[in-house]
């Protein structure tokens, strides 16, 4: 019986946990038209150095070894798209195909890649959701947990 008490106990205790199970990706403004890729990929090494402008390259080895799911956004494509988080571990990276050029930065310097927990709270200081908001834009990729 005690066993049982203890059980619950910790049950009601788990909804303070969050952890992310969907991750909506939104085109924003134009980006909704433009014909872009996003990778959402459990977090490694390599995801964090590979510079972003050759990871969309055919062929690309990390691209090909990182189990990403893979959105498309362009003409006949829905401006926001959802990715189950599930496989992804404790981290996820996204990746974007943002036209025109841009430098590359190692890691989350460079604005077309971010780094996002997938349990705790996000770098902004919100607490993480079931939930998750990737905002795409041409200024790069913004994080919001959703309510």
Do not use: W
Not at 113 to 119: H, Q, Y
């Amino acid at each position: 019986m005690k066993t049982s008490f203890l059980f619950l106990g910790v049950l009601a205790l788990l909804p303070g946990c969050a952890s992310v199970r969907t991750i909506q990706i939104a085109a924003e403004g134009g980006m909704a038209a433009a014909s872009i890729q996003v990778d959402v990929a459990p977090d490694s090494p390599a995801l964090q150095s590979v510079p972003v402008s050759s990871y969309f390259l055919p062929g690309n080895a990390i691209r090909a070894g990182a189990k990403a799911h893979t959105v498309r956004f362009g003409e006949g494509q829905p401006s926001t798209q959802e990715v189950s988080a599930s496989g992804l571990g404790g981290k996820a990276v996204i990746i974007a195909q943002l036209p025109g050029g841009r430098a590359d930065a190692p890691g989350d310097a460079d604005s077309r890649r971010k780094t996002i927990p997938l349990s705790g709270k996000l770098p902004n200081g919100e607490k993480v959701t079931s939930v998750l908001r990737v905002g795409i834009s041409d200024g790069g990729i913004t994080v919001k947990a959703v309510k």
